[in-house]
Each structure stands twice: as C-alpha cells, then as structure tokens.
Nanobody, 124 residues
C-alpha cells in the first residue's frame, strides 16, 4: 500500500489549492480515505474522509462549505479541493487509508496507511 500526496504550496488567504492523493497497492473499494493536517506544535487532526462503502463524505466543522473531497477511481486518486483558505488551514496535509469514515472520523491513530505529506502555507 502506497499513498503519495501532491498539490501543496503557498497561497494567499482566500485562495484555493487542490491536493491529490495517488494510491497504489489497493483500490478505493478496499479502504476509506481520509485527509488529515498537522500544524506546528499541534496534534494531527482529521479534515475530511470519503467512505469506501458508499462514497459518502465527512468534513470537520471548520472546513465545511470550503473543502470538497472527491475520488477518481479510474486514476485511483483522491482529491481535496480547498477554497477560501485561511491562515489557520496551514500545515502538513496527509492522506491516509483504512480507517473509519463517518461520525467516528477524527483520530489519526485509527488509520493504518499514510502518505509522506504535502505542505500547505497560507499567507494573511
């Protein structure tokens, strides 16, 4: 199982970025996929996930209405479209596989497979 994130960068507040998570060694029928982020000195937090069972999605309250998670099964890639970015959205963003996705989404330790992360910087 391998996950590779890309798409991070520096953006001004109010701007947009699209993160990609390319998966290999499994398909999205096997595992739910989650996006997490970690700011310096803070715990890694769940941002969004997409369920393997029915494609349903979940978002943490702080990103609802601004972030959209989606998947392209043909490319085995999950995306996180981030709009109206705020300085507090900055951090290293990770995608992860094989964990819960629903009202129980959140704890990073419940996900088994992780990418290397991609840095998102938001200037004010």
């Amino acid at each position: 199982v391998q996950l590779v994130e890309s798409g991070g960068g520096l953006v001004q507040a109010g701007g947009s970025l699209r993160l990609s998570c390319a998966a290999s060694g499994f398909t999205f029928d096997d595992y739910s996929i989650g996006w997490f982020r970690q700011a310096p000195g803070k715990e890694r937090e769940g941002v969004s996930c997409i369920s393997r069972s029915d494609g349903s999605t979940y978002y943490v309250d702080s990103v609802k209405g601004r972030f959209t998670i989606s998947s392209d099964n043909a490319k085995n890639t999950v995306y996180l479209q981030m709009n109206s970015l705020k300085p507090e959205d900055a951090g290293v963003y990770y995608c992860a596989a094989d964990g819960p996705c629903g009202s129980d989404f959140g704890p990073h330790f419940e996900y088994d497979y992780w990418g290397q992360g991609t840095q998102v910087t938001v200037s004010s």
